[in-house]
Structures are given as structure tokens and as C-alpha cells.
């Protein structure tokens, strides 16, 4: 099985940014592909009701 | 004084931008205090330690938004309340750009080449989103910290598992190909592989191996402040070294990390050795009688950045003679000049950082030739601050300490608490030296000399007046690539009569020959 490290090392990066437009915006700078999640917490913020939640689905 | 705390459900912003709008509120006349911040459980501690206490902060959720003002009358309340809501709406109507998700499920799904997710959320959600991308085979740059160690260690367990880098959790730095991941500095590609359990520490050691040696480097991996600690075991520490050894252009490994547990130390640099790659590492302030029972073919140990850096080019480049920035010889030369313009008073160091490697690094250095140190975030040796905010004798503050930032925008982003402690600083008349860093790069500040540049006048104008001459001292951590333009900056802080020095630890020795009579 070929080396995930490969991913990193041998080919151009391509991102998922999650959180702050910060290093989204670094990352384009950079020329790099990047896509953006504009992360919400879950569930009205409960984190046991989202793990139980993810737990159903 | 009218005091307002407002609760609006649900509804999440990104907290560098409440980290902003708070600035530019407390900014406003007629404002004392303002806290503007998603309801997470450090925030809400935040929250009440800031003067704001209602049963409304505790009932709120970590989705909900908490506006908290006390300001001076009514008008200026309704003022600032009404700049906020401008400042929010301003910033949600900001043209999005790019291709946007909103889950990282939907992400992965959509975007199947995906190779690493940069992940900057909340700690008590940043975990669950870590597994979903290592599950999916995707590298992990983990920036957000206070996610729980039992989930860190069984995160990296699953990273190890699938062959992944885990680089984190309160992971600041990497640089993965050439590309500069959070706050990182640009540098050229090169045969030095870098591991680091501090984001300035690498930052340092790539910004010294590009400008000293002319060398580039492949991968800078960033492992995460604990990485190296028992429970953690170095899990990340021990991947990166894999995948270095596997990277055919890294040559030579260089590893930073704040002193591991002894037994983790161990362990690395015995997996090193047997790689047969040539190491040097950077156990910043391990003690040297651990030192001396790892003395293994191929490693070469150092004590601080400087060293660390300049020996990699050594070894790798054989450059006879090689010099960067000022010897010891010209240090001592421009501390005894300046000694003769100190009044008798004049006998402390103020040390003021944004990089807290740099303030670990000059306390390492300075505990051995001064007495009377303090800090915030002391080593041993070093006494702690009873006031942060109030400094003794010698003293070493590291703004980038939760005290300081919490509600605030990182020192690097936004260097105007450094500059408004030099200021403080100044105005003791027991203070000789001011030493602070000033840091360049991806994420850091677009022009950080100007936000320094009209306190630092006034330091060198006014008090000079007053026939007491206050000597600052700084050095630039970037490269001449990075996109604040170093060399200008550099003339911006000579042009008012600061000493730049080209390493942290020149900085520090020219600070502490100053002062030492």
C-alpha cells in the first residue's frame, strides 16, 4: 500500500479549512487549492446531545 | 456606568473576528469594558474574570453569542451597541470567496483529493472533526488548543494507525512542501526536514537556515506543544521522523522541542539514530546530565536555536567560518557603548515577547548570568509574577499567555498589547533595556513595525529628554521572502535607534551584557 506520507510529500497540497478565514486566506496566498467549512456548533452547542446525535446517524 | 449583557442564540462568528470587533469597541470613547465571545466554557471563565457575571453568561451555550459592555453613559452604550451590530452584519456580508461547505462531511465528500484539513475550532469540537478527517485518510494540522489530552492520545493513536500526521492539537506551525501552514515563515525548499513541538521555535530555525545558509528546507512538521510528554509518548514526534526519513529531498533532520520527559527524549533520539539520517536537536533546556547518557553516532545536541540552526547548515553545507549576524566580540562592543549612557538606577532587563520560544529561550540564557528574574510563565530558577501586569526587577513577559489573550487577538496578528507594554516599560526609570521580538510571516501582522513604530519613538524622543536613555533591543524573525518585507521593516526600527539583532539569542546576549556592570 502506498505511503500516505506520499500525499504530503510528493504531489501539491490540497486543503480543507475548517475555522478561522485566517489561514484560508494564507493558504490562497500561496496559490494552493482550498476549500472553506464554515463550521457551526452542533446541536444548539450541546456537545452530549450532538455525540449522541452522531451516534443515530 | 451602564452595563448591558446581551445573549443572541445561536448565532456562531469566528473568533478572530470577535477577537477584532472587540478591539475596535474598547477603542470607542466612553467604553471601559467590553467582552464580545461565543459562550464556550473558557470563554464564559474569561468572561466573569473581565467583571461580567449574570446567570444569563452561565445558562448560554457554545453557540450562542455574549455581547458584555460597561460603558459610561447611555448614549455610549447605544453607540457601541450600534457599532457592533454594523461591524457583524459588515463582516457577514463580506463577499465569500471560494468554494464553501458547511460540514466537513459534506467537504470530504465533495472534495475527494483531499490531502490535509486545517482545523481552528473550539477545542471541545476540534477532536471530533480531527477523527472524521483521519477516517477519511487526510493529514491533520490541529491548531485549536484545550482539546483534552485523553483525546489527543487517541487521536494520534489513530493517525499512527493509518500511516497519518496528526500535527497537533495547539499546533501554530508547519510547513508541509514549501507551503506555510498557520503561522509560518516563507522559506525556500531545501534538504533540512524540521520537527517541532513549538511554532516559533521552528519558525526561528527556518527563518535562521534560510538567511544564515542560504538552505532551504523540505517539511516542516509542527507536532503540538505535548507531543513530547509521558502520556503522550511523542507519537506524532515518532511519525514525522518516519516520514522524513522516507522524504528523499530531507538530508538532515533538525528537531526543536521545550524539554520532553526525560524517558521521550530518549526514545526519539535513540529512533533517529537508527534511521542513519543525521540529526541535530534542540531540547531547549534539558538538563545536561540527561545530555551525556544520550551521546549517539550521527545526533548532534544543542542548546538553543541559534545553535541548532547554524549547526544543521554546518553539518550539511560545510560553510568554514560561518557567521550570522553579530559575534560576541561585536556584542560586547555595542553593550559597553551603550553601558555609559545608563543612569545608576538604570539595571533591568524588560523582556516583552509574542513568541513565548524566544521568552523560554532568553530566560534559559539569562538565569545563568543575571539574579532577580521574573516572569509570567517562569522556568525554574525564575520566580513567578505575583502581577502579570506588573513587572519586578528583571522580567520576562510572555504576551502570548492565556492572561493576555484571551478575548484578544494573538500578539502576532496584532501587535499593539506588545507595544503598549514597551511603553509601560519605559516609563519605569529602574529599566535599562527593553527586549521584545518582532515576528514576520503567513498570519502575522501585514506591518508589524508600524503599530510599534510611534511608541517606540516617543520612548527614544521623550524620555531622552529627560537624560535617561532607554536601550531597545530586538530581533526580526522572518526571511527576506516573507511578505512584510524584512529589510524595511529592519530600517523602520534602526531609523528610531533600536538595535536589531539577527537571532533571538543575540538579542538576549546583547541585553545581558548591558546590564551586567
Known amino acids: 500500500m502506498e505511503s500516505r506520507f506520499l500525499l504530503l510529500s510528493d504531489r501539491p497540497l490540497k486543503v480543507i479549512n475548517i475555522g478561522l478565514e485566517l489561514f484560508l486566506e494564507s493558504l490562497e496566498v500561496q496559490g494552493i487549492e482550498v476549500v472553506h467549512v464554515d463550521w457551526r456548533p452542533p446541536a444548539g452547542g450541546d456537545k452530549h446531545l450532538a455525540g449522541l446525535l452522531e451516534k443515530l446517524l | 456606568m451602564t452595563l448591558r449583557i446581551i445573549i443572541r442564540e445561536n448565532n456562531y462568528h469566528d473568533s478572530m473576528v470577535l477577537m477584532q470587533i472587540s478591539s475596535k469597541i474598547l477603542e ?14 473558557n470563554n464564559k471563565q474569561f468572561i466573569v474574570l473581565a467583571g461580567f457575571n449574570d446567570q444569563m453568561i452561565d445558562s448560554a451555550s457554545v453557540s450562542d453569542l455574549v455581547i458584555a459592555l460597561e460603558t459610561v453613559d447611555d448614549k455610549s452604550m447605544s453607540d457601541a451597541l450600534a457599532n457592533i451590530d454594523r461591524l457583524l452584519k459588515e463582516r457577514g456580508q463580506r463577499k465569500k470567496r471560494g ?5 466537513l462531511e459534506g467537504a470530504l465528500e465533495r472534495f475527494e483529493e483531499a490531502s490535509l484539513a486545517v482545523i481552528s475550532i473550539p477545542g471541545q469540537f476540534a477532536g471530533r472533526e480531527a477523527r472524521k478527517a483521519l477516517q477519511k485518510g487526510l493529514h491533520v494540522f490541529l491548531f485549536s488548543d484545550n482539546v483534552p489530552i485523553e483525546e489527543e492520545v487517541e ?13 497537533g492539537p495547539d499546533c501554530g506551525t508547519a510547513v508541509i512542501n514549501g507551503v ?18 513549538s511554532g516559533t521555535g521552528i519558525q526561528e530555525l527556518c527563518s535562521i537556515l534560510h538567511q544564515a545558509g542560504g538552505l532551504g528546507i523540505s517539511h516542516a512538521i509542527g507536532t503540538g506543544g505535548r507531543d513530547l510528554s509521558d502520556r503522550v509518548g511523542g507519537i506524532t514526534t515518532l511519525s514525522a521522523i518516519d516520514f522524513l526519513v522516507q522524504d528523499t529531498a530531507t538530508e538532515l533532520i533538525l528537531l526543536v522541542s521545550k524539554p520532553p520527559s526525560p524517558k521521550v527524549s530518549l526514545s526519539v533520539a535513540q529512533k533517529i539514530a537508527s534511521t542513519g539520517k543525521p540529526a541535530v536537536l534542540c531540547f531547549l533546556g534539558l538538563e545536561t546530565e540527561l545530555l551525556s547518557g544520550m551521546k549517539m553516532d550521527g545526533i548532534i545536541f544543542t542548546e538553543n536555536l ?9 553539518s550539511h553545507a560545510i560553510k568554514p567560518g560561518l557567521k550570522y549576524g553579530f559575534s560576541d566580540e561585536e556584542i560586547n562592543m555595542i553593550a559597553n557603548k551603550e553601558k555609559n549612557s545608563l543612569l545608576s538606577k538604570q539595571q533591568y532587563i524588560r523582556g516583552v515577547f509574542s513568541g513565548g520560544s524566544f521568552c523560554y529561550e532568553s530566560m534559559l540564557y539569562l ?8 516572569a509570567n510563565s517562569p522556568i525554574t530558577g525564575i520566580e513567578r509574577l505575583k502581577d502579570s501586569f506588573s513587572s519586578v526587577e528583571h522580567t520576562f513577559i510572555d504576551l502570548g499567555e492565556d492572561e493576555f489573550t484571551q478575548g484578544k487577538v494573538h500578539p502576532m496578528i496584532d501587535p499593539k498589547s506588545v507595544a503598549e ?36 519613538r516617543q520612548i527614544r524622543g521623550e524620555y531622552s529628554t529627560d537624560k535617561r536613555n532607554i536601550i531597545l533591543v530586538t530581533h526580526l524573525c522572518g526571511t527576506d521572502l516573507d511578505l512584510q518585507n524584512k529589510k524595511e521593516q529592519e530600517e523602520k526600527l534602526k531609523s528610531v535607534g533600536v538595535h536589531v539583532m539577527a537571532t533571538n539569542l543575540q538579542a538576549t546576549k546583547l541585553a545581558s551584557e548591558i546590564v551586567r556592570r
Open chain 2, 28 to 41: 470607542m470613547e466612553g467604553v471601559k469594558r467590553v467582552a464580545i465571545m461565543m459562550a464556550t466554557e
Open chain 2, 99 to 103: 468554494t464553501r461547505f458547511v460540514s
Open chain 2, 155 to 167: 487521536l494520534k493513536h489513530l493517525a499512527m494507525e493509518k500511516g497519518l500526521l496528526l500535527m
Open chain 2, 180 to 197: 506555510g501552514i498557520g503561522f509560518a515563515n516563507a522559506v525556500k525548499k531545501g534538504p533540512i526536514g524540521v520537527i517541532g513541538a
Open chain 2, 306 to 314: 541559534e545553535e541548532a540552526a547554524l549547526t544543521a547548515i554546518q
Open chain 2, 367 to 374: 538565569r545563568k548570568h543575571l539574579k532577580g528574574l521574573h
Open chain 2, 421 to 456: 507594554r514597551i511603553l509601560k516599560e519605559a516609563k519605569d526609570d529602574s529599566v535599562a533595556v527593553i527586549l521584545f521580538d518582532v515576528i514576520l510571516g503567513y498570519g502575522a501582522h501585514p506591518d508589524p513595525v508600524s503599530v510599534f513604530l510611534p511608541i517606540l
